[in-house]
Structure formats: C-alpha cells, structure tokens
C-alpha cells in the first residue's frame, strides 16, 4: 500500500480515527442522559430537546431514504447531508464500523496491541505494549519510535490517525489481515509484519512506585472501568498518595467517568451539558474517598470523558491536574440509524466543568505545566500533599 493509499482518503481516516477516539458521544448519549436505552444502542432514538436535534437528524435520515430509493448508497448520501453540516465531529459510519465501535467501549478491538504517543518533534513513540498481542509476539517495546504504516510516513500525523492505519478499515481489515510497521530503536531500523488480532484489553492499570505512590492509569473509559479504579482504591494504603494517569485517554463511556469521579467525590456536581440550549447536570454519588492526595496526569492526548472527569476534579479542588493542555472535545453527538443499517450522528450540546468552563475548542489548562517528567513532578507535588506515614 504507498503513501498516497494511507493518507488521500480522508473519509475512511476521518471514520477510523474518530473510532479510535472512544468518545464520539454515541453511546455516552444514552449511558448519560437516557436519551435512548443502552441496550437499544443507536437502533432508536427518541425525540428530545427542541425540534433543532430532530430537524437536524431527520434531514441526514431524508437524504439516505432519497438516496435509497434512487437505487444510490445512503451512506454517502448521508456523509454528503454531514459534510454540509460544518460540524467537525459529525460522522457516518457503516453497521460494521458501529459495531466496532461498540465493541471498543466494551474493552475489546481489532488491532496489533500498540498504543502510542507524538512528541512534541512530531515523532510518534509507542508507550505500551499489550502483553500476548501481536506487537508484542514480534518484540516491539515501549519507546521505539513507529516510522510508518504500510509504507506511509507517520511523523507529523495526528495519533488517532496513526492509530486508526494500525487498526485499519473496520470492514477492509480484520483479524488476521497483515499490516507492515516500520520502527527505530536507538541505531536500529526495521520493518514488522503483523496480523491484526481480536483482542481484550484491561482499561485500567495500577502500579506502586518505590516511593509508596499508587499510579493508576486508565487508558479509556470501557464498561468496567470505574469499577476497576474502586478495585485499586480498596486494595491501596487507605490514605495512600494516588496518581490517577489520564494522559493519552480517549474519552469513553460518561458513565463510566462519572462513577471514577464518583470515587474521589462525596456527591456534588461532576459537569452540566447541554441538549440544544436544555442544561442539565452530572452527579457524583455520595461516599467517595475525599482525603487521598490525589493529583491527575494529563496531555494534549486527553480527550472527552477524560477532560470531563479531570474538570471536576480540579474545579472541585479535589486534585492537582499536571502535565500540558487538553486535547479540547467537550461535545455531545446523537445517532440516528440509517435505512441501509449505518449510523449517523450530529452534535447536539457541549458540556462545561463545575465552574462554568467550556471545553470543547479550549481543553483544560493543567495547575502545573509539565512535559516527559511529569510523573516525577506529581510526586513531588504528592509529598507536599501529604504523607502516609
């Protein structure tokens, strides 16, 4: 495949990347605000908020029906009603790439088992390895820098575009189709084929440092996730100073980031959104751990749900937020199925932090700037926060 096959068909990368990025507020709609049940996933959707949302909707849902009868796809005749939107993360995604989706918010994927950073060079830098995945069966490590994808130079590319090559076309590219890598470590350059695989992948990890601090990092908000931070919490020193690494989270379930706030949090507001101008707000259950010394690690790779959950807990004054900006996506999409089985969805309302702020555009600006040393500086900020012993 050259270069001009990976990066000249912007539709499918479009597609892709905002698949890797979790959140495009398919499912969080309903989790969040029970717009439609979760287990009707986006086969319904109910008429809510002012007629804005539906006249939107149904114009997409026009044009495909039109389309369909015309014996022409309305799939691209959707793309086209989107692309005439103006809205920048309106998608259309066919039923197998939904399905994808959905599989990706339950913890499980189509891919190589990489995950990766871009440094502030434009170098993209793999920062986890899954262990039993095809990545790392071929000895690929932590820190080695991925040159390309099927011959297609990926310096400069923004990473869920990186990520969506690995992971390829939901529908072009399964499991057992090959993708070819080319990485660089220290002297060394070389290539890897790899057969994309059907893989789990656990959400969150934990780790103690020598120093007594407990990282937890949580790659995505999936089913479980909350779940999983509640799990590390209870095993931990109960006062125990706590990272809580978010730095390269693509968003997720809301849900799922409101129950992890929930954790840190005795009740009170987690964030408020709007449904075309109808404000309504997100709640932390009460009984949360609300004296563990608690700073969050973030980066411009922080997205959605994460950029929600580190909102509150900073406005809340509940933790020191360390590292560098946001990646700013605070917006709330609705989905419609289309005749032909795919899926459209439109944004609808953005959400603000407890105090006000807007994230979508802006992000979050962190308490304290830091770069690659961040984890270092939380620590230093944790053991003027408090000490266990």
């Known amino acids: 495949m050259s270069g001009r096959d990976l990066f000249c068909q912007p539709r499918r990368i479009r597609r892709g990347a905002a698949l890797t990025l979790i959140f495009a507020g398919v499912l969080v709609a309903g989790a969040a605000t029970g717009f439609f049940p979760e287990s009707d996933g986006p086969a319904r959707r109910t008429a809510v908020g002012p007629a804005g949302t539906a006249t939107r909707h149904e114009a997409v849902e026009k044009a495909a029906a039109e389309a369909m009868a015309d014996g022409k796809s309305p799939m691209e005749a959707a793309e086209r009603a989107v ?3 103006g809205d920048r993360w309106a998608a259309v995604y066919s039923e197998g790439e939904y399905e994808e989706f959905r599989d990706a918010l339950d913890g499980r994927y189509t891919g190589v088992g990489l995950w990766a950073r871009q440094e502030p060079d434009g170098r993209i830098v793999v920062t986890r390895v899954q262990p039993g995945s095809p990545a790392a069966d071929a000895g690929i ?7 390309s994808v099927d011959g297609g130079k990926v310096d400069g590319r923004p990473v869920t575009e990186v990520v969506a090559l690995l992971r390829g076309d939901a529908e072009d590219a399964p499991a057992g189709t090959t993708v070819t890598l080319g990485l660089e470590r220290g002297t060394r350059a070389w290539t890897e084929k790899l057969h994309r695989a059907r893989l789990s992948t656990d959400s969150v990890t934990v780790r103690r440092l020598p120093d ?4 937890l990092k949580i790659a995505a ?8 931070v509640r799990e590390a919490l209870r095993t931990a020193p109960a006062d125990g100073r706590t990272v809580l690494d978010l730095r390269g989270n693509s968003g997720g379930l ?7 706030a929930s954790a840190f949090l005795d009740g009170g507001l987690v964030a408020t959104y709007d449904v075309d101008g109808v404000q309504r707000p997100l709640h932390a259950a009460p009984g949360g751990d609300t004296t563990r010394p608690l700073v969050v690690l973030v980066d411009g790779g922080t997205m959605s749900a994460a950029e929600l959950l580190t909102g509150a807990l900073q406005d809340r004054g509940r933790a020191v937020v360390i590292g560098s900006r946001t990646f700013g996506k605070g917006s709330v999409q609705m989905p419609t199925k289309l005749p032909d089985g795919s899926v459209a969805e ?7 932090t407890p105090s006000g702020h807007t994230v979508d555009g802006r992000g979050i600006t962190p308490d304290l700037e830091a770069g690659a040393h961040a984890l270092e500086r939380a620590e230093t900020v944790l053991a003027g926060l408090g000490d266990p012993s």
Do not use: N, P
Request: avoid cysteine.
């Open 221 to 228: 908000f999936t089913k479980g996730s909350a779940d999983a």
């Open 141 to 147: 490590r932590t820190g080695d820098r991925l040159r």
């Open 254 to 260: 809301v849900t799922e980031a409101v129950d992890t």
């Open 83 to 85: 692309s005439r939107s």
């Open 346 to 352: 439109l944004t609808v309302g953005h959400y603000r």
């Open 212 to 215: 007594g601090v407990t990282v």
